[in-house]
């Protein structure tokens, strides 16, 4: 085996080890790593090694490097999900094999403001259904969502479950969600929400901003998700044409 060979082989066992301690959790999320002297000198390795090892698991994500600070554990994703398929966040958290909850739910009418009104086609006067919710995965808050519907759809008495938004449709009004055009962005700190989701540090948010469509084309539902960045990874499907 070349010198070059036996270099590589090195910093992929440093990446593998520490990959095992992400996941036998002794490097918690969000923890700091020793400096580098400290965590070469433990691993047995030349810090060049370790540097390199670095380098690689900061390309996959899993740590993060701050100017002045330090390395810091990212850990693994909580909820995996492709996000071309439309399923309610109960069922993304089921199917990642999580019990989902709700930890704040409020809800209350109000009067549409003019994007809305755009937004579902509603006339001046109309009004709204706007829902704020932390949904949690075995207890731990994991989304923020605000949920905006036309009141017209519903009774006015009507009280949403704290659960899914999609079963209310179908079982209170009769409507089946069919299709969704969805926009995903970073954000950083955001007021109420960071906080809300237990953010820490420069800890990013996924946004997901989705228009929700029933059977005849009606926008029906507007959500805004806040997922962290942390917890959730998704991934699309792409197809050459």
Known sequence: MSVSSEKE???MKVVNQLKMDLKTRVLPPDMKLPSEPELAKKLG?????????LVILESENIVKRVHGKGTYVRGQALIESGIEELSSISELII???????TSMYTQETVNASEEERTRFKLKSGEKVKAIRRIRTADGDPVVYCKDTLPASLFGKNHQF??????SDLE?????????????IKSRGYVPEVSDALNCTGDMSLLVLSQMHF???NRPVLYSIN???????SFTVLRTKK
């Open 45 to 53: 390795v030349s810090r060049t090694t370790l540097r390199e090892a």
């Open 9 to 11: 082989l090195l910093y």
């Open 214 to 216: 029933d059977t005849k």
């Open 95 to 101: 199917q990642n094999g999580k019990e989902p909850g």
């Open 171 to 183: 079982n209170a009004a009769g409507i089946e969600v069919d299709y969704a055009v969805s926009k």
């Open 226 to 232: 806040y997922f962290r960045s942390d917890l959730f």
């Open 161 to 166: 479950s704290d659960e899914s938004l999609f």
